[in-house]
């Protein structure tokens, strides 16, 4: 549900909205730097290094968001990320 949402906010809407107003690579990565941003306090990886690799991950998906024009191909991806780093989080603790 997490990766349906954040979909939703930075690239069916903000990115979309950001990229009738600018070229498609500075809404690309204006969305993914607010996506970045979010991970700063809070989600996995955060601090610093999960600013970068968030915003890094967040051109990623942006591109593909662009190319594909779908939130649920998005969606998808997120949540298979998602699911890999919450396997990564279980199965260090063990």
Partial sequence: ???LREEI????TLQRYLSECFSPQLAILCASLVFGYMHFQGGFPEGG???FLTTL???LIGIQFYYYRSATISWITHSITDAVMFAIIIFSKT
């Avoid at 906010?9 to 069916?12: G, H, K, L, P, T």
């Fill in 49 to 51: 290094l999960g600013v």
């Fill in 57 to 59: 991950f967040g051109i």
């Fill in 1 to 3: 549900i997490n990766g």
């Fill in 9 to 12: 906010y930075f690239r069916f």
